[in-house]
């Protein structure tokens, strides 16, 4: 299991389009993922969990990744959060 605090760069936040690029990542690992934040767990393969979170920019969020492609589902996922508007 991989976990680590991200912090969101988005101007705008996780909202829409970033909820569905990531899922869209999350969706081709075997791996189960699942954010955090404020205490509060969601399925990282659900856009609808993901924008429950109401992430904003500067936000700290959970990353969990847990599977055998964990490592590199890890990888490509966080990267969404490194990108500065989407």
């Not at 996780?14 to 699942?34: D, G, T």
Request: glycine share 8%; net charge positive; charged share 25%.
């Amino acid at each position: 299991m991989i976990q680590k605090k991200l912090i969101i760069k988005n101007e705008v936040g996780l909202h829409a389009r970033p909820a569905a690029q990531f899922v869209k990542i999350a969706e081709r690992y075997k791996s189960s993922v699942r954010l955090c934040k404020d205490g509060i767990w969601v399925n990282g393969k659900s856009v609808l969990g993901i924008l429950t979170l109401a992430a904003e920019q500067g936000s700290e969020i959970i990353l969990e990744v847990s599977g055998p492609d964990e490592v590199q589902a890890f990888k490509e996922l966080k990267g969404i959060f490194e990108v500065e508007n989407s």
